[in-house]
């Protein structure tokens, strides 16, 4: 405990383990505003004859001093709230030291912002208000979206991050409301107003130029991109979709200067990291195809006798009993439909295959075990 706030807690422990008199209820509330203006008073004082580095971890102590103290007072309160006769006297005397404490924070704050330490956890007190302030705006949006008929597609998407957004406030620090609040601001501007043809891009577009780099929204973005590029029926299909979101993430103008966590890459670096791995595994697998044909290994169609169907199956068969080892279905996938060509396709689709590869039609698996029960009677045959 630092010495400007001693006075402080002693008058506090007296509330706690004293018998407190409801005639002196009065004489507590001027004694907590008396050490709220002098302790603001003593720390202004120092932090003028302190630099600007020693200053701020001068006040940085006297913040978490006096969250420690808010907290504790929270703890008290709580068990109070408990027993079964509670004392209405001491209740609010520890409620006007509460009060007290909160408000030489929230002066803290607002007269000293370069040393606040805004990367702190709230206290408990303040992270509860502004966990149902922030429930109870963020309803009011989806409640907006609605009643502008806005897809339901787009509707769900802003409700799963908002959900994560309210089950994390409890643990925000000062940066994050300070961010939420300019979030919330800039999504009342726009939701206002907003087109009921608006696609799921849009909102991410929008909360991207808001630097939103929660994980739930890095995530939610990362399975757009996938879905995106597994609707695409070629390589060439994909490049394009990925470059074309590249330029759009690229191109974003930041209308919040600070991201929602200081301890996360920004939404846009991220994401363009993510994109460009996805673009390098395309190239990987084109130059892998590329080389195969160059060296006489693979011709550029490298056509079979089966079906689109019938070779999703052989090839399923084939990952199922560890033939063929890839990093994922999805590589694997890729490389197929990259490589080889069927009797009734030319080029095979992504989609198509991956329909096929988890959907198997009784005919088609028919011909796929003649195709190999026929390899089974040769290698007995010769061997």
């Known amino acids: ?22 005639s002196q209820i009065k004489e507590h509330l001027e004694e907590s505003e008396t050490e709220k203006a002098r302790i603001l008073m003593s720390i202004e004082n120092a932090l003028v004859e302190t630099g600007p580095e020693k200053g701020k971890q001068y ?23 408990s027993e079964p006769a509670i004392d209405p006297t001491r209740k609010d005397i520890l409620i006007s ?32 208000t502004f966990s149902n302030q922030l429930k109870q705006q963020l309803n009011d949006l989806q409640i907006i979206l609605k009643n502008n008929k806005v897809s339901g597609e787009v509707t769900e998407m802003f409700s799963t991050i908002t959900q994560e957004l309210i089950n994390s406030s409890s643990d925000h620090n000062y940066q994050q409301t300070t961010y939420l609040h300019s979030l919330i601001k800039l999504m009342q501007q726009e939701f206002s107003s907003y087109n009921p043809d608006s696609s799921v891009l849009d909102l991410i577009i929008l909360l991207i130029s808001a630097d939103l780099n929660h994980p739930c929204f890095y995530h939610f973005c990362c399975g757009y991109i996938t879905g995106e590029i597994e609707q695409c029926d070629h390589l060439a299909q994909q490049y394009r979709i990925l470059n074309y979101l590249k330029k759009i993430v690229e191109q974003i103008f930041k209308v919040i200067s600070i ?57 399923y068969l084939q990952v199922e009993v560890g033939i063929v080892i890839g990093e994922s279905p999805k590589s694997i996938r890729r490389y197929i439909t990259s490589t080889y060509s069927t009797v009734d396709r030319t080029q095979i689709s992504e989609k198509s295959f991956k329909n096929a590869y988890y959907s198997h039609s009784g005919n088609d698996i028919k011909k796929v075990m003649e195709k190999l029960a026929a390899m089974l009677a040769l290698a007995k045959e010769r061997y």
């Open 59 to 81: 006040l940085n102590q006297h913040q978490k001093s006096l969250i420690f103290l808010l907290n504790d007072l929270e703890n008290e309160l709580t068990a109070l709230s």
């Open 1 to 22: 405990m630092t010495f400007e706030l001693l006075n402080l807690k002693q008058l506090i422990d007296l509330a706690i383990h004293e018998d407190p008199d409801p």
């Open 259 to 315: 991201p929602y966590s200081t301890s996360f890459s920004k939404i846009d670096t991220a994401l363009l990291r993510y994109i460009n791995a996805e673009i390098a595994y395309l190239q990987s697998v084109d130059v892998m195809a590329g080389d195969l044909t160059l060296t006489g290994q693979m011709p550029k169609t490298y056509q079979v006798t089966f079906t689109v169907r019938q070779l999703a199956i052989f090839m």
């Open 97 to 128: 030291y509460q009060s007290t404490i909160d408000n030489i924070l929230i002066a803290l704050e607002n007269q000293f912002p370069h040393y606040f330490d805004f990367d702190c956890k709230l206290p408990v007190t303040r992270a509860r």
